[in-house]
């Protein structure tokens, strides 16, 4: 019996390598096609790599999915993974399009704007993401457009789910400043059913380009540490989410699942009290054909 392979645990230990099912053959795939790209052998692989959901490697045992970057570096260690943009994106590519709407660029979103009014509650979380410009050296990518969208506390989309669609808080974009950093004030995410912790994001060339979401260079998410989400969810408003983050796993997640989030892993620092601050960098390779946005990523139950 082979428990496992290229270092890659296999979902079907007791068959052979080529019967382990199409989720793990892409795994494979996408592991040898970031080799072909790091050792610089041909273009088309760098091409092909971009298309997939992920990138291969083995789970990170820490919060942290940055390597230390060299002097003039934001330090992103590789082209960020191209994910789904999943069923509730609000950029108009699925129902609403909160980017058309002035007002959606602000740094604060825990609140609602335009129309609506309401304030989303939960344990205080400060996003940064830290944009490099791969294409250009690992350059600051200053100017890009970040939006970003997560669910609430109680595991709805405003926009989408029932009891929020009236809201759109819990959305919006910044840009990013000379050292390609952008800062959001908002509260943790729940856990929903069928889905690992996350945070979504678009990076759009500039802030004109944000009311078409074909124009997003990447498309991917954030996945959240364990170790912080138990402590979170221990408070009140979690409930469901303890239940829910005991029956998922990075390794098994559809989205981070391929190499258990190795370049989508943040960082995270602080407490219950004070909040928490997640950051995570970001490399985007404009060079290579972004494939994000669009199909399943786990709908949240119904509220």
Partial sequence: MTESYEGRPLPRPYDEVVDQGLGFDLGTLH?????????????????????????????????????????????????????????????????????????????????????????AQGVPMTLELTIADLANGGSPFAGVAVYVWHCTREGGYSLYSEGVEDQNFLRGVQIADDAGKVTFTSVFPACYDGRWPHVHFEVHPDQASITDAANAVATS???????????????????????????????????????????????????????YTVTLAVGVDTTTEPSGGGGPGGPPPSR
């Fill in 31 to 119: 592991s040898r096609r970031r080799a072909l790209r790091f050792l610089g052998l041909g273009a088309a692989a760098a091409g092909l790599a971009a298309c997939g959901t992920g990138t291969s490697g083995s789970s990170s045992p820490t919060s942290s999915s940055s390597s230390p970057s060299a002097p003039g570096q934001s330090g992103a260690s590789g082209e960020i993974p191209e994910e789904t943009a999943g069923p509730y994106p609000g950029d108009g590519s699925n129902g609403p399009d909160v980017l058309a709407q002035s007002g959606i660029v602000r740094g604060d979103i825990r609140s609602s704007f335009g129309e609506f009014s309401g304030t």
């Fill in 221 to 275: 998410q954030v996945a959240l540490p364990r170790d912080v989400c138990e402590t979170v969810y221990a408070e009140s408003g979690y409930e469901q989410s303890v239940a829910n983050l005991s029956r998922v796993s990075l390794d098994g997640d559809n989205v981070f699942g391929d190499d258990g989030g190795a370049l989508q892993l943040a960082t995270v620092t602080g407490d219950v009290a004070s909040g």
